[in-house]
């Protein structure tokens, strides 16, 4: 199973916290995470599944790069069109916090027929808000298992 954490790669201390938090989670679940592989949220959740002994995957907008929490990279040069990438790559979406390109994410997210959860992040439509990390996880999971996408 593989759960996508998306967000702000310029993101502040308590979305940082929020994300790490997730990838911790994630890791314990034995799912592995999927990300933009670059700093803010995407760093902070990497770094909270590697610290749990997790996999994490980012895929890059470039050609070089990536957090140092990256157990698999894959660099596209694709730019923003990556995030279509991070969203198929899952069978489960959580979103913390985030600006326009997570918004694109989300788009995607919700075209595609998976779920996508938030934590502080766009209020729209078909995302799901959750009180905490714990909350977000475990119903990511819990879908993605059920309802695992080929």
């Given at each position: 199973?593989?759960?996508?954490?998306?967000?702000?790669?310029?993101?502040?201390?308590?979305?940082?916290?929020?994300?790490?938090?997730?990838?911790?989670?994630i890791?314990?679940?034995?799912?592995?995470?999927?990300?933009?592989?670059?700093?803010?949220?995407?760093?902070?959740?990497c770094?909270?599944?590697?610290?749990a002994?997790g996999?994490?995957?980012?895929?890059?907008?470039?050609?070089?790069?990536?957090?140092?929490?990256?157990?698999?990279?894959?660099?596209?040069?694709?730019?923003?069109?990556?995030?279509?990438?991070?969203v198929?790559?899952?069978?489960?979406?959580?979103?913390?916090?985030?600006?326009?390109?997570?918004l694109?994410?989300?788009?995607?997210?919700?075209?595609?027929?998976?779920?996508?959860?938030?934590?502080?992040?766009?209020?729209?439509?078909?995302?799901?808000?959750?009180?905490?990390?714990?909350?977000?996880?475990?119903?990511a999971?819990?879908d993605?298992?059920?309802?695992?996408?080929?």
């Amino acid at each position: 199973m593989q759960i996508a954490v998306i967000g702000n790669g310029q993101a502040g201390p308590e979305e940082c916290a929020t994300a790490n938090a997730v990838g911790r989670l994630i890791a314990e679940s034995g799912a592995v995470l999927v990300c933009g592989g670059l700093g803010g949220v995407m760093e902070a959740a990497c770094r909270g599944a590697k610290e749990a002994g997790g996999t994490t995957a980012g895929i890059l907008p470039g050609t070089d790069g990536g957090n140092p929490y990256l157990d698999i990279t894959i660099r596209t040069d694709l730019g923003h069109a990556r995030n279509v990438l991070v969203v198929l790559s899952a069978d489960a979406v959580i979103a913390v916090g985030g600006k326009y390109g997570t918004l694109s994410e989300i788009a995607v997210t919700l075209k595609t027929g998976r779920p996508v959860y938030g934590l502080g992040s766009w209020e729209i439509e078909g995302v799901i808000p959750c009180p905490s990390p714990e909350d977000a996880v475990t119903r990511a999971v819990h879908d993605a298992a059920r309802s695992r996408i080929p």
